[in-house]
């Protein structure tokens, strides 16, 4: 069983920047690979990025265009999102998720999900 809380969203400007962090419960952290995935309102979620669990690895969305890098701290575990030019199309709540298997863009490929943080761009 793995526990996931995230932190680190909030109201920022257009062109701001946002570090979110995911903090996993558990000693087995780096056997997960890790997701972040996103949910406007009205809309269905989102897949934004994908580490492997020793941190080798990345895969983002497409949408996120280069603007965000997520990274892993194995030692401390915990997953980070840096979310850079912020736009506000990016407002949504964002969740971190983990995957026994390898990582994926498919949600349905995670196991394990965190309830959720907030962020809002203001244009």
């Known amino acids: 069983q793995v526990q996931l809380v995230e932190s680190g969203g909030g109201l920022v400007q257009a062109g701001g920047s946002l570090r979110l962090s995911c903090a996993a419960s558990?000693?087995?952290?780096?056997?997960?690979?890790m997701g972040w995935f996103r949910q406007a309102a009205g809309k269905e979620r989102e897949f934004v990025a994908a580490?492997?669990?020793?941190?080798?690895?990345?895969f983002y969305a497409d949408v996120v265009g280069g603007r965000f890098t997520i990274s892993r701290d194995n030692a401390k575990n915990t997953v980070y999102l840096q979310l850079d030019s912020l736009k506000p199309e990016d407002t949504a709540a964002y969740y971190c998720?983990?995957?026994?298997?390898?990582?994926?863009?498919?949600?349905?490929?995670?196991?394990?999900w965190g309830q959720g943080t907030q962020v809002t761009v203001s244009s």
């Open positions: 998720a983990a995957s026994s298997g390898v990582y994926s863009y498919v949600a349905s490929r995670y196991d394990y």
């Open positions: 558990g000693r087995t952290f780096s056997r997960y690979a």
């Open positions: 580490i492997s669990g020793s941190g080798g690895s990345t």
